[in-house]
């Protein structure tokens, strides 16, 4: 692998840089550390309307102009919110890639903000979230996360509650902008075919005029500890049960976070590589019909979060019998531990799935921005090597620590009987 | 050839073998990655099975993976998730697909099972008895579903009955449940076999020696009465166009379904029709139905038009999620934007924006092992030519506004347009 440059500009601005010559293309990402975790009772969305409005246009590049550049130069162009940080990017060939720079560099400070194209997004952006509600496991999914978390901001949907998506001003979407977006709040991340000195020099001309305001306080608050387990049901039109039963997980960082990822590839085969089809999971629930799925995610977040177990219910079957198997699984994780066959196919598959997941200069930039959010920009370089050191007795000692049930949160879904439908021709 | 070109994969940086059998191997060597996807495809799609069977050809796609002669369910998957390999089945209409993927040092163990599950699948009762209750509870998730039951009743409006588009390839409750074990057997019996098979890898191999391997795993399957491939012509008469409404209880938004049928991949104008509707539903933000209906009326989180191509006289269609209050706004909209397409030229400012869209994403397309993959696999699936991605920029650069014109007259008429609509009453 291409070794990595990591350079601070005076302004406080992180930049990252990783050259691959594989083909002619950049990607280039601007990484700024604030998700829906930063977000207060009464804002909650608006990292992620902030980050709509990012497209919205600047004096410089009104609105549409970037669409049909990026467009022309066949290039992509998207951005994503999450509980932990608003990410953007473009990928264009190699020699179309200023545009890019160029634009990030001025939607920094300069989006504009518009009042009536603010009230137009609104709409949209309550139409994403109404989108979202119809699906089921939405619903399931915020009565969890809700359930999980009382005061820390990983308590809401990064969409946001629709009551605050009605009432938020343009006021509060800019003065959230001016606040988080700041050259010590962020990082510029380039992979692709170009040479370090040059780009390097780029980025310094085109961002480094860019004034410092220092980091920005962020808004975040501690979640106590949960002291018993957690339970809710949700009840929505349908015939398909669903059962989620969540753990508290440590902080991507924590040394622990890796064991857990190792646990989690034994249990439900979450690799990112391979099917799961031979996980103790799916042994235990889908291949004895009690479910029609099984899956399950830790996701590397900036403060402790959840380790999540999803079962899809198969007619007929009841979520106490999934949860009374599943659970049976866990109590013997956590007594037997997992054999040196499991590890060494969890190592296998970490392997693999890391080839996979650095084959484009997209995927290879966007693990630098989240390792840039997570705070250490070596967090997935070296996945691979930290993977490795996980030993069979640290999954054990990982099981019994997290898995218990003091810090479990358990959520259903009950389906209810609908009203009778019709189609009319 | 500039250096630009020589990346792009041709008829002489491709390697291709024909086995005596008839299954046809192309294979691209691509040293920038540590991986090896393999790609593939059959003539076992739905348009082999009966309507009242229907779901028939993509359960045996996914029942093929349950046990062979060989290995039973857990020895197939063992043997590929031991190494984070991963290989899925998918019936599509007129084929069944195929696509793995492994490090590139375990590409023998992926062919060898690949290999195995296609050829002498057993179809254990207990496996298909499984995967059918597991289809129906999709299939019941579905029924709650407003994208799918939009897209579904657009479908079956626009194709009568007695044409297979007329049909899902999931199948549904009553055909699911009928389909038997010797069913399935006999469909692999009669539809999977090597002549028409095209054989797709790509990777960090050497060309000679993954040739090799694929000869010495095919190279002595016999089919013993193989079927004809099959051709699917338009409906004789074309739908008369008209809205249906399904109501779904308990859901918050609506989802739009509209369409016509449009050009099949293989049609002299498919790609004026393709560029066409990149002016219609794709450029930019969604084209010209987003510019109107998410940036300028503030309806929609999405709103796209899509060409469906394939082997045959799929769709042209149009999709959107949208408050239930803006639903005839949103159909307003479209129509109005299709009924423009169909009767202005488009801009020369259109037409050279997406012209340069369409061969500037070309780098973006062959970034990685799966792009280039199926790249390949399309030329050779629908005659395209080796050398089609080579002259791709000539023949996009050849289409006027006038094709265009042609192409949307050809295929689109707003008041023809079927329309469906799922959501709350």
Not at chain 1, 112 to 117: G, I, L, S
Not at chain 2, 98 to 115: P, Q, Y
Not at chain 2, 248 to 260: E, F, L, R
Not at chain 2, 371 to 394: F, K, T
């Amino acid at each position: 692998m291409p070794s990595l440059t990591h350079h601070t500009l005076p302004n406080g601005l992180t930049v990252l840089l990783k050259e691959a010559h594989s083909a002619p293309v950049i990607s280039w990402w601007l990484a700024y550390r604030v998700g829906s975790r930063n977000e207060p009772t009464g804002k909650t969305g608006i990292s992620h309307w902030v980050e709509h409005m990012m497209f919205k246009g600047t004096e410089r590049f009104p609105m549409g102009m970037l669409d049909r550049e990026i467009d022309r130069a066949g290039g992509q162009w998207n951005a994503f919110t999450s509980m932990d940080a608003t990410k953007y990017f473009e990928t264009l060939p190699a020699d179309k890639i200023a545009i890019a720079m160029q634009a990030e560099a001025d939607r920094m400070v300069n989006a504009q903000f518009d009042p009536d194209e603010t009230e137009s997004e609104r709409t949209v952006i309550i139409s994403e979230r109404q989108g979202a509600e119809n699906q089921p496991t939405f619903w399931l999914q915020e009565g969890v996360r809700g359930s999980a978390f009382r005061v820390h901001g990983y308590h809401h949907e990064i969409i946001g509650d629709e009551t605050d998506l009605r009432t938020m001003t343009r006021a509060d979407l800019y003065e959230h902008y001016r606040a988080h977006y700041c050259p010590a709040n962020a990082a510029a991340i380039a992979v692709g075919a170009f040479d370090t000195g040059e780009m390097l020099a780029e980025i310094e001309r085109l961002y480094g005029s860019i004034p410092a305001t220092g980091a920005p306080e962020l808004f975040a608050r501690q979640e106590p500890a949960q002291t018993g387990e957690r339970r809710i049901v949700v009840e929505r039109p349908g015939k398909t049960a669903f059962l989620e039963v969540c753990f508290r997980a440590p902080a991507a960082t924590h040394e622990d976070w890796m064991t857990l990822n190792v646990l989690d590839a034994v249990l439900s085969g979450s690799s990112g590589a391979s099917d799961n089809k031979t996980s103790r999971l799916y042994q235990a629930l889908v291949k004895t019909e009690i479910a029609a799925g099984v899956g399950a995610w830790l996701r590397p977040t900036i403060d402790p979060y959840l380790y999540s177990i999803l079962v899809t219910l198969r007619e007929g079957r009841t979520p106490a019998e999934a949860e009374a198997v599943l659970l049976g699984e866990i109590e013997r994780l956590k007594a037997d531990g997992i054999s040196e066959e499991e590890l060494n196919r969890a190592r296998k598959q970490s392997k693999a799935a890391f080839a996979y997941n650095t084959e484009s200069v997209t995927e290879q930039a966007f693990w630098l921005a989240q390792s840039f959010i997570l705070g250490d920009v070596n967090w997935f370089d070296n996945y691979a090597e930290r993977l490795m050191g996980v030993t069979a007795d640290n999954v054990l000692d990982a099981a019994r620590t997290y898995l218990v049930s003091r810090q479990r949160v358990v959520g259903v879904l009950r389906p209810v009987e609908a009203e009778e439908e019709q189609t009319q021709a | 050839m500039s250096k630009s070109q020589a990346s792009i994969p041709h008829s002489g940086n491709i390697e291709q073998a024909e086995l005596p059998n008839g299954i046809k191997i192309l294979v691209y060597e691509n040293p920038a990655v540590q991986s090896v996807n393999v790609m593939g495809s059959l003539h076992g799609g739905s348009i082999y099975e009966a309507s009242e069977q229907s779901g028939l050809a993509s359960i045996v796609a996914g029942a093929s993976m349950t046990g062979t002669g060989n290995r039973d369910f857990d020895a197939i998957h063992g043997a590929l998730e031991d190494i984070g390999a991963a290989l899925n089945f998918s019936g599509h209409k007129h084929k069944v697909g195929f696509s793995g993927k492994a490090l590139a040092e375990d590409l023998s163990t992926l062919v060898d099972v690949a290999n195995d599950v296609l050829r002498n699948p057993v179809f254990p009762a207990e496996h298909v008895e499984r995967l059918r209750g597991e289809r129906l509870t999709w299939l019941q998730y579905s029924q709650f579903d407003t994208r799918y039951r939009a897209s579904k009743a657009m479908r079956e409006a626009l194709y009568p009955e007695d044409h297979p588009y007329h049909y899902g390839t999931y199948g549904n409750e009553e055909s699911i449940a009928g389909i038997s074990v010797d069913d399935l057997r006999a469909f692999h019996s009669r539809q999977y076999g090597p002549a028409g098979m095209i054989l797709v890898i790509v990777g960090a191999v050497k060309s000679d020696e993954a040739l090799a391997l694929v000869g010495d795993a095919f190279g002595d399957w016999r089919q013993e009465s193989p079927s004809a491939a099959q051709c699917v012509d338009a409906p004789a008469a074309q739908a008369a166009g008209g809205r249906r409404t399904v109501f779904v209880p308990g859901k918050t938004q609506s989802d739009i379904s509209m369409g016509i049928i449009g050009p099949s991949r293989k049609a002299d104008d498919f790609l004026a029709a393709q560029l066409a509707n990149s002016v219609l539903g794709v450029f930019g933000m969604m084209g010209r139905i987003g510019k109107s209906v998410r940036e300028e009326k503030g309806l929609a989180y999405y709103a796209y038009s899509s060409v469906g191509g394939g082997h045959g006289p799929e769709p042209w269609s149009v999709s959107a999620g949208v408050n239930p209050e803006n639903v005839d706004l949103a159909i307003e909209s479209i129509l109005a934007e299709i009924e423009r397409l169909s009767t202005e030229l488009a801009t020369e400012g259109d037409l050279a924006d997406n012209q340069s869209y369409f061969t500037g994403r070309m780098p973006l397309r062959l970034e990685s092992n799966e792009g280039i993959a199926s790249n390949i696999h399309s030329m050779e699936s629908y005659g395209l030519g080796l050398d089609y991605l080579l002259n791709y920029e000539e023949m996009i650069g050849r289409i006027t506004r006038e094709d265009l014109l042609a192409a949307a007259q050809t295929y689109l008429s707003a008041e023809d347009m079927t329309i469906a609509v799922a959501g709350p009453e």
